[in-house]
């Protein structure tokens, strides 16, 4: 099984920065993806960002677009979400998730995704 290992957030004041990065513990192969999803209190956990292995290609939701980037890491299977311009909607417990296999269509939905790490939570103060 693979482990995910989150760092980064805490408290952000909004319009700040803040970075979070995630290293999985073994290699998955070419054809997987690794993301991060997010949920808020009382809501369902929803697709923030992810990115392809074998293209490097990123996905965002619609309320990350352009504020929030996703990368990869010099070291193999670390990614970093980079995210600017936090608004206090933005506040959640961050999760990050690797899928060795995950097929394009799945590429934003939880069930995509074969393994998660413990979350890290991102609070942004108005």
């Known amino acids: 099984q693979v482990q995910l290992v989150e760092s980064g957030g805490g408290l952000v004041q909004a319009g700040g920065s803040t970075r979070l990065s995630c290293t999985a513990s073994i290699r998955f192969g070419s054809s997987g993806a690794m993301g991060w999803f997010r949920q808020a209190p009382e809501k369902e956990r929803e697709f923030v960002a992810a990115i392809r292995w074998n293209n490097n290609r990123p996905y965002y939701s619609d309320s990350v677009k352009d504020r929030f980037t996703i990368s990869k890491g010099d070291a193999r299977y670390t990614v970093y979400l980079q995210m600017n311009s936090l608004e206090p909607e933005d506040t959640a417990a961050y999760y990050c998730?690797?899928?060795?296999?995950?097929?394009?269509?799945?590429?934003?939905?939880?069930?995509?995704?074969?393994?998660w790490g413990q979350g890290t939570q991102v609070t942004v103060s108005s």
């Open positions: 998730a690797a899928g060795r296999g995950t097929i394009l269509s799945m590429t934003s939905k939880p069930r995509g995704y074969n393994d």
